[in-house]
């Protein structure tokens, strides 16, 4: 019997001494570990580094790219809106160059106070709405006139339409009346 509790006594010191080895192992392992991956990481590649320097030329020129792309589009948007001191003169001067492009008579522009029932877009910061009336002379070819409201619509500076209203003229299937439009601008 002695023999059986030997065995047993042994096997038991023999699986503590494992299970104490293994802990051990694990453990020294893991911070052994631990510290490789950091020194690892922290350590510079030549290779990473020429890679990088690859990618930071080529965004780099892919940045200057687009920045020389997008300036036209800046510059544009920039023309969108006037001053709101010199408005009045090239928004007018605009108008009679398209109208007498189009064969069409203003007799009648001047600048509006906004009243309730002018319904502007939106506020945005610093961009204020100013409104001009535009009385036509008399009655228009409609091709005319939709070519004049093409030619506003392609202005820079933005020039919005507010209301139109259109009549045929009863003389000519061809001929159309416009009541007075206005106009919106949008000042900085």
Do not use: C, W
Request: no cysteine; hydrophobic share 40%; charged share 15%.
């Amino acid at each position: 019997m002695k023999t059986n509790y030997t065995e047993a006594t042994t096997i038991r010191v023999v699986l503590a001494t494992v299970v104490f080895l293994t802990t051990l192992t694990v453990i020294g392992g893991f911070y052994f570990m631990q510290n490789y991956l950091k020194d690892f990481a922290n350590q510079p590649n030549a290779s990473l580094r020429s890679v990088s320097n690859v990618i930071s030329s080529q965004s780099l020129t892919k940045l200057q790219n687009d920045i020389s792309t997008y300036k036209i589009s800046a510059d544009k948007a920039n023309a969108i809106t006037l001053s709101s001191h010199d408005f009045p003169t090239k928004i007018i001067n605009d108008l009679n160059k398209y109208a007498a492009s189009t064969g069409i008579g203003i007799t009648y522009a001047v600048v509006e106070t906004p009243t309730s029932n002018l319904k502007s877009l939106a506020p945005i910061n610093n961009i204020q709405p100013k409104f001009i009336s535009i009385t036509f002379s008399k009655s228009i070819p409609f091709t005319n006139f939709i070519k004049f409201l093409k030619a506003i619509d392609t202005n820079l500076p933005k020039i919005q339409p507010t209301n139109i209203t259109i009549s045929r003229d009863p003389s000519s299937n061809s001929l159309v009346k416009v009541d007075p439009i206005i106009l919106e601008v949008y000042t900085k």
